[in-house]
């Protein structure tokens, strides 16, 4: 028998990114604390972009860290909120992030372990380096639902090159952490891929003027920025006004959450 009275508040709810400012300001650490997916939902994007919009504005500050909490880096954007009649609401929201990353300007990086699938994986490409655990994967397996990934279809091909980008946006498939390094979406592989990245940091960033180095990622990442302003308006309305019309992509989400084999129309 419950003994909670009708008066009884649910307790808060938990809050899915934890925040920590190191190096003395210099350095935002942010942690995807929603284990063990750590899933980029509207929740966890409204509290990244929060913290961006609370201290992206320091001018001391030389880099973002993002981190996963527990096994995994992230198994990528809510699969619930890729339906049809929340589409559009998640790729505002969810691109928002990259919008917002993109004007900061600032360096960031990915500390990666376990799982760095969809989302995941765009929101660590994105980032100037990443770090990775020898047991780490990266994927983009959108396509296994019948849709595909906005973000990736720039980013991948302007980091990796139009090979690589076809390869794991059009099969679906995931690559170790070594051959994450082979095609450099990976900087480095290390047991302690946290400590390489704050001997990264230490050794190539810190030291760095802050404003300067905003200046460098403004002047390297312009042809990224024009594709965020040119290209993904575009890719926005193909996912949502004709890839969420057709059958196949309804029914590849509806049969991931029903935990069941799709039944493709065509």
């Known amino acids: 028998m419950s003994h909670a009275t009708s008066g009884s508040a649910a307790p808060p709810a938990r809050e899915p990114l934890s925040a920590a400012l190191e190096e003395g300001g210099r350095v935002l650490w942010l942690t995807l604390d929603a284990p063990k997916a750590n899933v980029l939902d509207a929740r966890m994007i409204r509290a990244i972009v929060q913290q961006l919009e609370e201290h992206g504005d320091r001018s001391e500050l030389r880099a973002i860290v993002f981190e996963g909490a527990g096994p995994n880096f992230s198994f990528g954007a809510s699969v619930a909120e890729h339906q049809k009649d929340q589409a559009p609401a998640m790729l505002a929201s969810f691109h928002g992030l990259f919008r917002r990353l993109d004007a900061l300007a600032i360096p960031t990086l990915a500390v990666v372990r376990g799982a760095c699938l969809g989302g995941g994986l765009e929101l660590a490409s994105w980032c100037s380096w990443v ?136």
Request: net charge neutral; glycine share 6%; proline share 5%.
């Open 131 to 266: 770090f990775a655990s020898p047991e780490a994967t990266f994927g983009q397996p959108e396509i296994k639902l019948a849709v595909f990934a906005p973000m990736a279809s720039i980013i991948l091909p302007w980091k990796l090159g139009g090979a690589a980008a076809i390869d794991l946006c059009v099969s679906g498939r995931s690559l170790d952490a070594s051959e994450a390094a082979a095609l450099r979406l990976v900087h480095e592989v290390a047991a302690r891929h946290a400590d390489a990245a704050r001997a990264f940091l230490h050794q190539h960033i810190l030291p760095r003027s802050a404003s300067s180095l905003r200046f460098a990622e403004r002047a390297v990442r312009g042809e990224l920025s024009r594709a965020l302003s040119d290209r993904l308006p575009g890719l926005e309305r193909l996912y949502v006004e004709e890839l969420m019309q057709t059958p196949d992509a309804n029914e590849g989400i509806a049969s991931f959450l029903e935990r069941r084999a799709a039944q493709w129309v065509c």
